[in-house]
């Protein structure tokens, strides 16, 4: 009995090692046929890198004027908003300064009222001088007609003659200090006269120091390695801190130079931070595509023309731009890790940029308004100091 199923069960054997074969290969060959579908549908449309960090603005805080710091109004890690006073200069000697340049335009002003008025005074002895040459003349008249016939002396002519060229010249002077006159005042008023806008200029400056002794935030941000201390004396472009604007961030991700194939600009990419794990994912855009890679601009680049070359793959630093209501939900901070994944289905962007850049990329108006108030000011003391007809006019 034994003798006559030995041949069944060897032959079976087989037969189950066949199939589990055949199941393989066609595990196989449907594992084969996935890969190849995702290649040639996703895989190849995609570039990756853990080598990506987050990049921002971060706006120094310097002086621009020479101080002692009295006041610190912000330290790390404090949100200020834009115009908000950070560091307090001590402002004593800006004041004497402004001072002086307030007395200075005032003088000024009141001066040049003073030019006004000698073109009138030296227009008025013109006049009388006019009258004075006009009875000279007529008076060496009558005299030379009663000279010819012997009425009077030709002495007395001659005295006639004198006083006539007295006359003459006294008006050339009139008419020289009545140019002279008009030529500090012509086609100008109080205010846009020469010396009232160089005392202007001097106010407008001083003005301006006081003012920037509170120094300012030119952003909105959070404040960043404060390093001013208390009664530090500190010079123009000096480092006290820096704000960081969480809103204006991006991230520099570092691709192999042979990654950069199929990347154009505006193409799609996927980032995820280390700090909020693959639970939080942000969308962005490529907008630059590095013009170096880092070796070439670093502080000591390669010197690939030594004998001891060897090839290293290099990489480009390609900036994305991260969406803003994305950050406001997720702040992130700079230097942090990324890891980007890039979709290059989209082949319609340029590798660089075909236009020039139009505008300021990032500005701020804090400054504008101190010049603001100075001119301001100015305009008040030149209406103070004019005569009450020219205020009324």
Excluded: C
């Excluded at 109004?73 to 402002?91: I, R, T």
């Excluded at 140019?179 to 407008?204: E, F, K, Y």
């Excluded at 000096?238 to 991700?253: G, H, S």
């Amino acid at each position: 009995m034994s003798q006559t199923s030995s041949p069944d069960a060897a032959s079976a054997v087989p037969s189950r090692r066949g199939k589990l074969l055949r199941g393989l290969f066609l595990i196989v060959v449907l594992l084969l046929a996935a890969f190849a579908a995702w290649y040639f549908l996703l895989g190849r449309w995609a570039e990756e890198t853990d080598d990506a960090y987050v990049g921002g603005n971060q706006v120094q805080i310097t002086p621009l004027v020479a101080g002692t710091v009295v006041a610190i109004a912000a330290d790390d890690g404090m949100k200020v908003e834009q115009g908000q006073l950070l560091v307090q200069l001590d402002p004593a000697d800006t004041e004497v300064a402004m001072q002086q340049a307030q007395a200075n335009l005032a003088s000024t002003v009141r001066q040049v009222r003073g030019l006004y008025r000698n073109v009138e005074s030296a227009q008025a002895d013109l006049n009388a001088r006019q009258v004075t040459l006009k009875r000279a003349r007529d008076d060496y008249a009558r005299r030379r007609n009663l000279a010819a016939t012997g009425a009077i002396s030709n002495e007395e002519l001659a005295h006639a003659g004198d006083e006539l060229a007295a006359a003459e010249a006294a008006m050339a002077g009139s008419r020289e200090a009545v140019a002279r006159s008009r030529a500090l005042v012509d086609d100008t008023v109080i205010a846009t006269q020469p010396d009232v806008q160089a005392a202007a200029a001097q106010l407008r400056q001083a003005y301006l120091n006081n003012a920037r002794s509170g120094i300012v935030s030119p952003v909105t941000g959070y404040v960043a390695r404060r390093s001013v201390q208390l009664g530090q004396r500190v010079q123009p472009g000096t480092a006290l801190m820096a704000v960081v604007p969480t809103e204006q961030m991006w991230v520099d991700a570092n691709f192999k130079e042979t990654q950069l194939r199929h990347m154009r600009l505006g193409q799609e990419v996927e980032l995820r931070s280390d700090l909020y794990g693959g639970g939080v994912t942000y969308k962005g855009h490529i907008t630059s595509l590095g013009m170096g890679t880092g070796s070439a601009f670093s502080l000591l680049p390669a010197q690939n023309a030594s004998g001891n070359w060897i090839k290293i793959v290099q990489r480009v630093p390609v900036r994305v731009a991260i969406d803003a209501k994305q950050l406001a939900e997720h702040p992130l901070r700079i230097g942090l890790s990324m890891k980007a994944e890039v979709n290059l289905h989209d082949q319609k962007g340029g590798v660089l940029p075909t236009e020039a850049a139009k505008g300021a990329v990032y500005d701020t108006g804090v400054y504008a308004r101190q010049l603001h108030d100075a001119d301001a000011l100015i305009h008040t003391i030149i209406q103070g100091n004019l005569s009450p007809s020219a205020r009324a006019g």
